[in-house]
């Protein structure tokens, strides 16, 4: 039996799929006010509890061998990316389970210190490394997935707002293909106890990402540019209002003042081990977008 948390994202919603396909036993964690049909049509043992509560975590983990971590939050770090994963780890442990994968964030590894979702996932890889469990790590740059409700307002409007240096480089995963490496990871032997950085087979510049937009919808992108001191301006705001958001715009500024991408030698690893070829950035919003 297989536990996926985060089972209504875009990760985990992607990895039930593939087990159930595989006709594998899935328990998928989910909220009470999450949309989980999809699970249930994919006979999925649906569990509706709160990563927040340690009970719920120990009766979801009852009768596991694996457990797939890919759930997260920018609002409620401590509680949700840390203090969650290191229960799930621990309840691993007690139950003997056979292997655990989690899905960290490329950069957890540098010190960014104001992202406080950087520091969580860097402080459960640590302990999920010395926990005596066979594991799996993950660290993606950016999510296809996550741009998709982008490329629609896209394709309504022609706007694309890039916030800070258009330069910066990137490499967007396909979230299927992500998916994919990490329900395979349990059976590839070069994979156990390894930590992957995961990209797509392109680097990007920032300003590439609108240019794919417009090659999909045949479409002359207009860019809106702003710098990044005014979200600097606005996190100062926040912060005497609530703190939480402020957090959360950390961790957001981060990403947008950084490069985050993966190698060609890191992308050839991933192809060699896995035994596919990656999916291009335009190939996956062209499937998900029907154009």
Same mark, same amino acid.
């Given at each position: 039996?297989?536990?996926?948390?985060?089972?209504?994202?875009?990760?985990?919603?992607?990895?039930?799929?593939?087990?159930?396909?595989?006709?594998?036993?899935?328990?998928?964690?989910?909220?009470?006010?999450?949309?989980?049909?999809?699970?249930?049509?994919?006979?999925?043992?649906?569990?509706?509890?709160?990563?927040?509560?340690?009970?719920?975590?120990?009766?979801?983990?009852?009768?596991?061998?694996?457990?797939?971590?890919?759930?997260?939050?920018?609002?409620?770090?401590?509680?949700?990316?840390?203090?969650?994963?290191?229960?799930?780890?621990?309840?691993?442990?007690?139950?003997?389970?056979?292997?655990?994968?989690?899905?960290?964030?490329?950069?957890?590894?540098?010190?960014?210190?104001?992202?406080?979702?950087?520091?969580?996932?860097?402080?459960?890889?640590?302990?999920?490394?010395?926990?005596?469990? &066979?594991?799996?790590? !993950?660290?993606?740059? %950016? /999510?296809? @997935?996550? +741009?998709?409700?982008?490329?629609?307002?896209?394709?309504?409007?022609?706007?694309?707002?890039?916030?800070?240096?258009?330069?910066?480089?990137?490499?967007?995963?396909?979230?299927?293909?992500?998916?994919?490496?990490?329900?395979?990871?349990?059976?590839?032997?070069?994979?156990?106890?390894?930590?992957?950085?995961?990209?797509?087979?392109?680097?990007?510049?920032?300003?590439?990402?609108?240019?794919?937009?417009?090659?999909?919808?045949?479409?002359?992108?207009?860019?809106? &540019?702003?710098?990044? !001191?005014?979200?600097? %301006? /606005?996190? @100062?705001? +926040?912060?005497?209002?609530?703190?939480?958001?402020?957090?959360?715009?950390?961790?957001?500024?981060?990403?947008?003042?950084?490069?985050?991408?993966?190698?060609?030698?890191?992308?050839?690893?991933?192809?060699?081990?896995?035994?596919?070829?990656?999916?291009?950035?335009?190939?996956?919003?062209?499937?998900?977008?029907?154009?």
């Amino acid at each position: 039996m297989f536990l996926v948390t985060g089972a209504t994202g875009g990760i985990g919603r992607r990895v039930v799929r593939l087990l159930r396909q595989q006709k594998m036993p899935v328990r998928a964690f989910v909220r009470l006010t999450s949309h989980y049909s999809e699970l249930e049509h994919r006979e999925a043992e649906i569990f509706i509890g709160d990563l927040r509560q340690e009970k719920d975590i120990h009766k979801a983990c009852q009768g596991i061998q694996y457990i797939i971590s890919t759930h997260g939050s920018a609002r409620d770090t401590l509680a949700v990316d840390y203090r969650a994963n290191i229960e799930l780890i621990d309840q691993a442990k007690a139950n003997g389970v056979q292997h655990f994968v989690f899905i960290s964030v490329l950069g957890a590894d540098r010190d960014y210190e104001d992202a406080t979702v950087f520091k969580a996932k860097k402080a459960v890889e640590k302990y999920l490394a010395t926990s005596g469990l &066979n594991y799996t790590i !993950f660290r993606p740059s %950016g /999510l296809a @997935s996550n +741009l998709l409700p982008l490329a629609e307002s896209f394709r309504e409007t022609g706007l694309y707002l890039l916030i800070g240096d258009r330069k910066n480089r990137t490499s967007i995963v396909s979230t299927d293909d992500l998916a994919k490496m990490v329900v395979d990871s349990i059976n590839i032997t070069a994979a156990q106890n390894q930590i992957f950085p995961v990209g797509g087979p392109e680097v990007l510049m920032r300003e590439d990402i609108p240019q794919i937009f417009g090659r999909v919808f045949n479409k002359e992108p207009i860019i809106i &540019n702003p710098p990044l !001191f005014l979200l600097d %301006g /606005l996190r @100062s705001g +926040l912060g005497l209002f609530n703190r939480e958001e402020q957090q959360a715009l950390g961790t957001f500024r981060t990403l947008l003042a950084h490069e985050f991408f993966c190698t060609p030698e890191e992308i050839a690893n991933l192809e060699s081990i896995f035994g596919f070829k990656l999916e291009t950035l335009e190939n996956f919003l062209r499937h998900y977008l029907a154009v």
